[in-house]
């Protein structure tokens, strides 16, 4: 079987089940990124952080506070976007490269700052049952995802419980399926894309 390979990026953490997640994406050998916000990176937190740091799991930037960046003045947008990738730096000595816009949203002038400030964005190639709703379930989670998995694919789930439930079922039909899960950093590097666009939404490594 011809392997096939995609990368999910789960935003808004550290949050409770991020650890137990990346103990099961372990499991499979398996890799995924964590788009988190610098304001949730708290002493109580910061465990989550070091473990997918440890771990070999990609640390994706998604803003400070989480705002509707084209609601925001230029100054707002760039220091909710740089502020966490320079506090991972000093505090985690780790390197930030890619970022996930709060809520996807963005509008010309966030977009250009994002290309002024060299960010490479991860957008949102599949479908995976709306996870962000507190009413969505772990059924309809999984079936949105594998019927939308595909080649190069930048998947966008949250770090929630529900959709911890539903990984369990995801993953090793995945696998079965002949996917490997790996990095963003890593979903590039083996497409052999190099040049990434800065301020473009990535969606499937196919398409840049
Ligand atoms: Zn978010």
């Not at 070999?56 to 609601?71: C, I, K």
Request: charged share 25%.
């Amino acid at each position: 079987m011809e392997k096939k390979y995609l990368t999910i990026v789960f935003d808004d953490g550290p949050l409770p089940y991020m650890c137990e997640m990346i103990d099961l994406f372990n499991q499979y050998g398996f890799k995924a990124g964590f788009a988190v916000m610098g304001s949730r990176i708290t002493p109580d937190t910061e465990y989550m952080i070091e473990y997918a740091i440890d771990n070999g799991f990609q640390l994706v930037g998604h803003s400070q506070t989480h705002p509707r960046l084209e609601t925001i003045t230029s100054e707002q947008v760039v220091d909710e976007l740089t502020t966490p990738i320079n506090n991972i730096k000093n505090r985690f000595n780790y390197n930030i490269t890619m970022t996930r816009l709060p809520n996807l949203c963005r509008d010309d002038n966030v977009l250009k700052i994002c290309k002024e400030l060299k960010l490479v964005l991860l957008g949102h190639g599949m479908k995976c049952g709306s996870d962000w709703l507190p009413d969505a379930t772990p059924e309809n989670i999984i079936k949105e995802t594998l019927d939308t998995a595909c080649d190069g694919a930048v998947a966008c789930m949250h770090v929630k419980e529900h959709t911890y439930e539903a990984l369990k079922t995801i993953l090793p039909e995945l696998k079965a399926r002949g996917f490997m899960l790996v990095n963003p950093d890593e979903l590039f590097k083996i497409y052999g894309k190099t040049n990434l666009p800065y301020g473009v939404h990535i969606h499937n490594v196919n398409n840049i």
